[in-house]
């Protein structure tokens, strides 16, 4: 299983809003060439400039409600069968 598709497995047991999950949705759905990973407790996410400038942010609420749960489901399913088709 990827890792793409162990985190759609992971939202769609989500009954609640999660921080973790919300990071890791985030970073999934960055474009490509941004630089962005999880803080050291996996709760902000952190990006870096191409200069090696680095801000730390909150993560979008992806999980807080069962409506984002609804819409992030749909754009992780969509990026994997993008990622399914290419490979």
């Known amino acids: 299983m990827s890792n793409l598709s162990s ?3 992971r939202l ?11 990071v890791a949705i985030e970073i999934a759905l960055s474009r490509p060439g941004v630089s962005v990973r999880p803080n050291a407790s996996g709760t902000k996410l952190i990006y870096a400039t191409r200069s090696g400038k ?19 489901l749909s754009l992780l399913r969509a990026l994997d069968q993008k990622g399914s088709s290419n490979g």
């Open 12 to 22: 769609e047991k989500a009954t609640s809003g999660s921080n973790e999950l919300d």
């Open 54 to 72: 680095e801000s730390t942010h909150w993560a979008g609420d992806h999980t807080l409600t069962p409506e984002r749960r609804a819409k992030s």
């Open 7 to 9: 985190l759609i497995a």
